[in-house]
């Protein structure tokens, strides 16, 4: 008999107005005391199990909790600490575990990354010299917990051996086998004490087995698993896998446990259902609702999928559940109260999720009747939405009538860059930086007050103005070739647009975690997307109007706009990406019109978008591009046409960068120098180049040598008529006085190896 039960992969953490975050940062700022933190950190974890017991979730996840990130969470279970932290042993201090995220006086933190392909970051577990043990059992410490206190019999959650190992680092690919046997007894005994307290289901996540790794992984799941079912029988065991379908599905339901948890929004595993089937007596944990995204799910729609699937599952149980973990929502829109009740009426946050999982639950069990009015009401909050802002004709069919054609400029890139150098007149090597300037204290403030109405529009934009003369002068004194306005009226890259074009809503709570107890809180796109009027042409011409040097007009492209906004799903991706696209175009005509002359478009997100399978790489990165040059390509021939990326591993896009057709390009590599001069080694690159010259991310300000050395060394490989001085990315971090420090050393480096350069050639 087929039981059919409601369950959660984990719940956001930052509770409702993050408070967690609050508690953290009031301990790392020595406010409360440790027992303080725990104190309140307790409260809000118990407040997040209460919620989803309320909400009537069958299995409440336990374990998904941290006071940092899970990742690390798992490593310290283990006693995995660097030796730089001088660990000695038990359980790892708060000192210690917050020392290495964050690093400490005298230990650098670890290095973080991002979370496959999500926004969220995790610590990189280091595996160099380390003896692992079982030095606490953090899941096992939250089951009981749950238990004693709220009488809730949790489903632990915990990152499985082989995910867990292969996003650590410090250890060769060689040594991954013997590594998993290492861990292996420390894992089997982890859950023989969770099954000694009366646990029943565990969930293992194993996030790895949607990409595609290699065979020895593979290997190891078989092994690991096999020994789960041998040394501790009588307690289930949840593969659990999201963000994509399993890559190597066929052998991996061969695996010797209870049940595989799969994603069924993201990637297409009914597919893999259709053809490979499910195995008989095994349960199958859905993720029907998308964990990733903030719109209501379509109940309907939905409960059929469920149908779908319930056909393939023979003697065994079905989980109802989102398809990943809540932390990357926002955790209730309840307490917005500024938004169009249309469009709040389109939105699910994380706790309006659960109940969307209870409710198709009850739909899978007694039938579509029991859950008619349910369904009868999202089809018209979501019909509601779809009539008011998403049959924008005018939008719609100029992207469906869009041609290559429409995103090629006239002129090909190494005549226009001809052009560009006679109006330009610019130095050999010229110089620039990437955008933003010092995000002062006072600016921060100024821009706080004006939010709150304690002082005018009027006093704002005066305030603005006086950064940005105050920095043109600046830039001038320092002898900037390129200028920038500073970007000082911009809290965020992306959310600035947001509050400006069409079809984009921003939240009052909508935070989901980035790492550590830092948030962001992405931008709504609920409707079709459209140019509403200049959105940066009032600060960049007055920015001009002061110079005679050019001023760059400052915009954030398309893709990362969409990437890092929470999208409607009713229109393709792509469509939207395009919708934006043809926005950005009207401001970058509009800034043309205006007397701007170089105009960047930044794509620093356009990386991070990549697809996890490498079978939708090629349609991403010819969408992407597309974009970009939709965005740009009808501007005139001299007009030049910049753009940035922050990262440096780059191999796998280069083609799409030179697609984006841009005539600039600056990255940052300042702190991966050799790499990327050596992707450009072997790929001839046409068009000009700005390598990031300086780290910003360090308050340091580099020697004269050091900038030198790094121009220098990218000379070789690249011509020195292609090649532009700038720091790596933006300096809204950084304090004014390491900024003008730094920017006089690049200033004064460029201006040495022009001298070299000339005097070589004469
Ligand atoms: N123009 C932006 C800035 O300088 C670019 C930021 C980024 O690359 N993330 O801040
Ligand atoms: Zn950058």
């Known amino acids: 008999m087929t039981n059919i039960l409601s369950s959660n992969i984990g719940y956001p953490r930052i509770g409702e107005q993050r408070e967690w975050k609050r508690a953290l940062e009031s301990f790392w700022d020595g406010k409360i005391t440790e027992e303080q933190l725990l104190q309140k950190t307790t409260e809000i974890r118990l407040n997040n199990l209460r919620k989803q017991k309320d909400l009537g979730i069958d299995l409440i996840p336990v374990g998904d909790f941290t006071l940092y990130d899970h990742v690390l969470d798992t490593a310290v279970t283990f006693g995995v600490v660097p030796k730089r932290f001088r660990y000695e042993g038990g359980p790892v201090d708060l000192e210690t575990y917050f020392g290495i995220a964050r690093g400490t006086d005298d230990a650098v933190a670890s290095e973080m990354t991002k979370w496959f392909n999500t926004n969220y970051h995790y610590i990189v577990p280091e595996l160099n010299d380390v003896q692992p043990k079982l030095v606490e059992n953090r899941a096992l410490l939250y089951y009981k917990e749950a238990k004693e206190t709220l009488g809730i019999d949790g489903k632990p959650v915990i990152l499985g051996p082989i995910t867990f190992l292969k996003l650590s680092k410090g250890y060769e690919q060689r040594d991954f086998p013997k590594l998993v046997d290492t861990f292996l007894p420390l894992y089997v005994e982890q859950l023989k004490q969770l099954h000694e307290a009366g646990a029943k289901i565990v969930q293992i996540d194993e996030p790895i087995f949607v990409t595609d790794v290699g065979e020895d992984a593979l290997e190891a799941a078989k092994k690991v698993y096999r020994t789960f079912a041998e040394e501790v029988p009588g307690l289930a065991i949840l593969f659990q896998t999201y963000f994509e379908k399993i890559h190597h599905y066929e052998q991996i339901i061969q695996l010797p446990v209870t049940g595989f948890g799969l994603d069924f929004v993201h990637g297409d595993s009914l597919e893999?259902?259709?053809?490979?089937?499910?195995?008989?007596?095994?349960?199958?944990?859905?993720?029907?609702?998308?964990?990733?995204?903030?719109?209501?799910?379509?109940?309907?729609?939905?409960?059929?999928?469920?149908?779908?699937?319930?056909?393939?599952?023979?003697?065994?149980?079905?989980?109802?559940?989102?398809?990943?973990?809540?932390?990357?929502?926002?955790?209730?829109?309840?307490?917005?109260?500024?938004?169009?009740?249309?469009?709040?009426?389109?939105?699910?946050?994380?706790?309006?999720?659960?109940?969307?999982?209870?409710?198709?639950?009850?739909?899978?069990?007694?039938?579509?009747?029991?859950?008619?009015?349910?369904?009868?009401?999202?089809?018209?909050?979501?019909?509601?939405?779809?009539?008011?802002?998403?049959?924008?004709?005018?939008?719609?069919?100029?992207?469906?009538?869009?041609?290559?054609?429409?995103?090629?400029?006239?002129?090909?890139?190494?005549?226009?860059?001809?052009?560009?150098?006679?109006?330009?007149?610019?130095?050999?090597?010229?110089?620039?930086?990437?955008?933003?300037?010092?995000?002062?204290?006072?600016?921060?403030?100024?821009?706080?007050?004006?939010?709150?109405?304690?002082?005018?529009?009027?006093?704002?934009?005066?305030?603005?103005?006086?950064?940005?003369?105050?920095?043109?002068?600046?830039?001038?004194?320092?002898?900037?070739?390129?200028?920038?306005?500073?970007?000082?009226?911009?809290?965020?890259?992306?959310?600035?647009?947001?509050?400006?074009?069409?079809?984009?809503?921003?939240?009052?709570?909508?935070?989901?975690?980035?790492?550590?107890?830092?948030?962001?809180?992405?931008?709504?796109?609920?409707?079709?997307?459209?140019?509403?009027?200049?959105?940066?042409?009032?600060?960049?011409?007055?920015?001009?109007?002061?110079?005679?040097?050019?001023?760059?007009?400052?915009?954030?492209?398309?893709?990362?706009?969409?990437?890092?906004?929470?999208?409607?799903?009713?229109?393709?991706?792509?469509?939207?990406?395009?919708?934006?696209?043809?926005?950005?175009?009207?401001?970058?005509?509009?800034?043309?019109?205006?007397?701007?002359?170089?105009?960047?478009?930044?794509?620093?997100?356009?990386?991070?978008?990549?697809?996890?399978?490498?079978?939708?790489?090629?349609?991403?990165?010819?969408?992407?591009?597309?974009?970009?040059?939709?965005?740009?390509?009808?501007?005139?021939?001299?007009?030049?046409?910049?753009?940035?990326?922050?990262?440096?591993?780059?191999?796998?896009?280069?083609?799409?960068?030179?697609?984006?057709?841009?005539?600039?390009?600056?990255?940052?590599?300042?702190?991966?120098?050799?790499?990327?001069?050596?992707?450009?080694?072997?790929?001839?690159?046409?068009?000009?180049?700005?390598?990031?010259?300086?780290?910003?991310?360090?308050?340091?300000?580099?020697?004269?040598?050091?900038?030198?050395?790094?121009?220098?060394?990218?000379?070789?490989?690249?011509?020195?008529?292609?090649f532009w001085v700038n720091p790596d990315c933006g300096l809204k971090t950084r304090k004014e006085e390491e900024t003008i420090g730094a920017l006089k050393v690049m200033v004064a480096a460029a201006k040495k190896a022009r001298e070299e350069l000339t005097s070589k050639t004469v």
């Open 272 to 722: 893999l259902l259709r053809e490979y089937g499910f195995p008989q007596g095994k349960t199958l944990a859905a993720g029907i609702v998308d964990g990733r995204n903030v719109w209501r799910a379509d109940l309907g729609g939905k409960l059929t999928i469920l149908e779908t699937i319930k056909q393939f599952v023979k003697d065994g149980d079905i989980i109802v559940q989102p398809s990943s973990s809540l932390l990357h929502v926002p955790v209730t829109k309840t307490l917005e109260e500024k938004i169009d009740p249309v469009i709040l009426g389109g939105l699910s946050f994380a706790d309006e999720k659960l109940r969307e999982v209870v409710i198709l639950t009850k739909g899978l069990k007694e039938g579509r009747g029991a859950i008619k009015a349910e369904i009868a009401e999202v089809d018209e909050a979501l019909a509601e939405l779809k009539t008011k802002y998403r049959s924008d004709e005018a939008t719609r069919s100029a992207v469906k009538s869009l041609t290559e054609d429409d995103a090629t400029r006239d002129t090909p890139s190494d005549e226009r860059l001809k052009i560009q150098k006679e109006r330009f007149q610019l130095p050999l090597l010229p110089t620039t930086t990437i955008g933003s300037l010092p995000q002062t204290q006072e600016v921060r403030r100024t821009r706080s007050k004006w939010r709150r109405g304690e002082i005018t529009d009027q006093e704002y934009e005066q305030f603005i103005k006086e950064q940005i003369k105050k920095w043109i002068a600046i830039q001038e004194e320092l002898d900037i070739d390129v200028l920038v306005h500073g970007e000082f009226e911009r809290t965020d890259m992306v959310e600035y647009f947001g509050e400006k074009l069409n079809g984009f809503q921003v939240t009052e709570y909508g935070w989901v975690q980035s790492y550590g107890s830092r948030c962001v809180k992405p931008p709504l796109i609920f409707g079709d997307v459209s140019w509403a009027g200049p959105m940066t042409v009032k600060e960049i011409t007055y920015a001009q109007s002061l110079t005679d040097r050019p001023v760059k007009g400052m915009l954030t492209g398309p893709v990362t706009i969409l990437n890092w906004s929470f999208a409607h799903d009713e229109t393709p991706r792509y469509d939207i990406m395009k919708q934006i696209a043809l926005a950005l175009r009207k401001e970058i005509e509009a800034l043309e019109e205006a007397g701007i002359k170089i105009i960047q478009v930044d794509e620093p997100a356009l990386r991070e978008g990549l697809p996890l399978d490498p079978e939708k790489w090629d349609e991403y990165l010819n969408e992407a591009a597309y974009a970009f040059r939709l965005a740009t390509a009808t501007v005139k021939k001299d007009t030049q046409i910049h753009t940035h990326m922050c990262y440096s591993e780059f191999g796998d896009i280069f083609d799409a960068i030179d697609a984006l057709d841009a005539d600039v390009i600056s990255i940052e590599t300042s702190r991966s120098h050799g790499e990327l001069v050596s992707a450009f080694e072997e790929n001839t690159y046409k068009k000009e180049i700005g390598l990031g010259v300086y780290d910003i991310h360090s308050p340091r300000i580099p020697s004269l040598e050091e900038i030198k050395t790094n121009i220098d060394r990218a000379l070789r490989t690249i011509p020195a008529s292609q």
